[in-house]
């Protein structure tokens, strides 16, 4: 769930890894900060989620996904699916019965987002433009998707935060002797949160789930 601080020290350290080990030593300290809030929902056939983070270094960004149909009984005959790739309709046994789901999929993405979290994660909002991608999907008569109408919406979230304010911290390190050394360490708070998203005409819901947090840290590489 904490995306900005949950990566493994091996793998944010790879890159430095890789550089040459006699080009001579190389110090960096670096450090930064993170904010995100995450909510998803779900009921009457649809479900859904949204994460909008923003991050010192890179900015702001947002994922987006929404499916909305439902599960029916195929007629019996269904072709399966040639591409090995393409999904299959849901064999339930007992019996010969086969159920494809019959609907539509939304995902999308946007950059260049603005967040804005209360300091004790009160409140939160992020906003921006986002790419948004529909799908038909009619698993009962070999229809997967593939051909996606786009569209550029105003993405909206907003989230008021529930419940206490949780705090986290810790550290990492990794090492290689005499060629690599390097340590983290971070710090953040969290709090669970109710919210909406809305996304055009394609997505407007209210969470049933979701989550506020935001995290600093530090990071020393000696290579």
């Known amino acids: 769930?904490?995306?900005?601080?949950?990566?493994?020290?091996?793998?944010?350290?790879?890159?430095?890894?890789?550089?040459?080990?006699l080009a001579g030593p190389n110090v960096s300290n670096t450090s930064g900060t993170g904010r995100s809030i995450y909510g998803e929902w779900s009921g009457d056939g649809t479900y859904?989620?949204?994460?909008?983070?923003?991050?010192?270094?890179?900015?702001?960004?947002?994922?987006?996904?929404?499916?909305?149909?439902?599960?029916?009984?195929?007629?019996?005959?269904?072709?399966?699916?040639?591409d090995k790739d393409e999904p299959t309709p849901k064999d339930t046994t007992p019996g010969d019965e086969v159920y494809g789901f019959v609907g539509t999929r939304t995902y999308g993405y946007a950059t260049e987002l603005h967040l804005t979290l209360s300091r004790r994660l009160e409140m939160g909002t992020a906003t921006g433009t986002a790419e948004l991608y529909t799908e038909t999907i009619d698993e009962c008569a070999g229809v997967y998707g593939g051909d996606p109408v786009s569209e550029t919406v105003a993405l909206n979230v907003t989230a008021t935060g529930v419940g206490p304010l949780a705090s986290f911290r810790g550290s990492g390190s990794y090492k290689i002797p005499s060629e690599f050394n390097g340590h983290q360490n971070y710090r953040g708070t969290e709090r669970q949160a109710t919210g909406s998203v809305d996304a055009g005409s394609a997505i407007n819901a209210?969470?049933?789930?979701?989550?506020?947090?935001?995290?600093?840290?530090?990071?020393?590489?000696n290579s």
């Open 1 to 21: 769930m904490r995306k900005f601080m949950a990566v493994p020290m091996a793998g944010l350290m790879v890159v430095a890894i890789a550089a040459p080990v």
């Open 48 to 82: 859904g989620y949204v994460f909008a983070g923003e991050e010192s270094n890179y900015g702001g960004f947002a994922d987006i996904y929404q499916e909305a149909g439902e599960w029916v009984l195929c007629e019996s005959g269904t072709p399966a699916p040639v």
């Open 206 to 221: 209210t969470f049933t789930f979701g989550y506020m947090n935001q995290v600093t840290w530090t990071e020393h590489i």
